[in-house]
C-alpha cells in the first residue's frame, strides 16, 4: 500500500491507558506473571534508548512489553534497582514453551534480551517474516494494520527515538510502547481468524 492510500484510513484506535500496568515491584511481576502465564499467545516488544554518536554500544532493552489480549505489561528494566526483581518474572515468561511469543521484527530484541538479561526466549514468532506475501518483504506493524484491519497505526519517529531509560516514562511513550505489544497479539489473533 502506498502512503497516499494509507491516509485515506481511519486511524488505529490502539490500547488505553487504563489497560497498561507499568510493572516496578516484585508484588506487580506477580500479577503479570499470573496473567501472563494463563495466556496461550502473547505480544513481545523491547524498547532501548538510541545511540546517537558512532561506535556507540546500546545498552538496552531498557523496557520489555508483553501483552495479553486485554493488558500490556510494561518492565522497566533499564533501572538497575528495578532489574533483580523482575528479570525471573521476565524469564519465567520469555523461556515457557507453552506460551507463544509473537511480535514484529524480533532479531534485535531477541540478542539484547540475551545478552543483557542472560533470558534465551522460547517459542518465539516473528509476524514480519510470518505474515508476508513474498520473500523479499517483510511486513511491518504499520503495513499489517493496514492490511488485517483497514486503518492506519501512527508510528511516530520522535517517540521511537526518546530516551527509553528514563525512570518515569511519559503518556505518549507508555500508549507506543504498549500498543507496539498489544497491536502484534491482535494482528496474529485477526491473521489465525483468516487462515482458521
Known amino acids: 500500500m502506498s502512503d497516499s492510500h494509507d491516509e485515506l484510513l481511519p486511524p488505529y484506535d490502539g490500547i488505553k ?14 500479577q503479570a506473571l499470573a496473567a501472563l502465564s494463563a495466556s496461550d499467545v502473547i505480544g513481545f516488544d523491547t524498547e532501548s534508548k538510541p545511540t546517537f554518536t558512532k561506535g556507540e554500544v546500546s545498552t538496552g532493552p531498557h523496557l520489555v512489553q508483553l501483552a495479553t489480549d486485554d493488558t500490556a505489561y510494561l518492565f522497566q528494566i533499564g533501572r538497575p534497582d528495578a532489574l533483580a526483581p ?9 523461556e515457557s514453551p507453552a506460551i507463544l511469543k509473537v511480535g514484529f521484527g524480533l532479531s534485535d530484541d531477541l540478542s539484547r534480551v540475551r545478552s543483557k538479561l542472560g533470558i ?3 517459542n518465539v514468532l516473528d509476524l514480519s517474516t510470518a505474515l508476508r506475501i513474498d520473500k523479499k518483504h517483510t511486513l511491518g506493524a504499520k503495513a499489517a494494520v493496514a492490511r488485517y484491519f483497514g486503518q492506519e497505526m501512527q508510528k511516530s519517529k520522535r517517540i521511537t527515538t526518546t530516551n527509553w531509560a528514563q525512570p518515569v516514562l ?3 511513550q507508555i500508549l507506543y510502547a504498549a500498543d507496539d505489544a498489544h497491536v502484534a497479539l491482535r494482528i496474529y ?3 489465525s481468524e483468516l487462515k482458521g
Do not use: Y
Open 120 to 122: 534465551d526466549p522460547q
Open 86 to 94: 523482575l528479570r525471573e518474572t521476565l524469564r519465567a515468561v520469555l
Open 17 to 30: 491507558l487504563d489497560d497498561v500496568r507499568l510493572v516496578k515491584t516484585a508484588a506487580d511481576a506477580q
Open 189 to 191: 489473533r485477526r491473521a
Open 170 to 172: 511519559t503518556e505518549r
